[in-house]
């Protein structure tokens, strides 16, 4: 029986994550508050990955592929030092990490994720 496409939090221009597959693909996710610096905006994407994870049945160790966009390289190890305590030990995914010019100017970073679910969820 085929596996039909879920969608998640469906907006106007965009759904938050769709699944597919026992795939889930997650838009780019950014920060809500912009006054933080690097790490405290890069912690606020990776708790909303979580989230979005979470209620698709799977967490960080099962990542695919990761992409990050920083506003400035200059981030770049401080946005590291983040990644590197959420990341599960013996669970990095692939990633590409690029200098991007980000929708809002109050962006440092922007993140998307692709990563397996189970069959059952």
Do not use: C
Not at 55 to 66: C, K, Q, R, S, V
Not at 86 to 99: H, L, Y
């Amino acid at each position: 029986m085929p596996q039909s496409l879920k969608r998640f939090h469906v907006g106007d221009r965009l759904s938050e994550m769709a699944i597919f597959q026992n795939v889930a693909y997650l838009a780019g996710q950014v920060p809500s508050d912009t006054t933080q610096d690097i790490a405290g905006q890069t912690r606020q994407v990776l708790a909303m990955v979580d989230r979005l994870l979470a209620e698709a049945g799977t967490d960080n160790a099962h990542i695919l592929m990761a992409t990050l966009y920083l506003a400035d390289l200059a981030d770049y190890d401080a946005m590291n030092a983040v990644w590197d305590d959420w990341v599960p030990p013996g669970d990095a995914p692939p990633r590409a990490t690029v200098q991007a010019r980000l929708a809002t100017p109050g962006w440092k970073i922007e993140i998307v994720i692709t990563a397996a679910i189970s069959a059952s969820a």
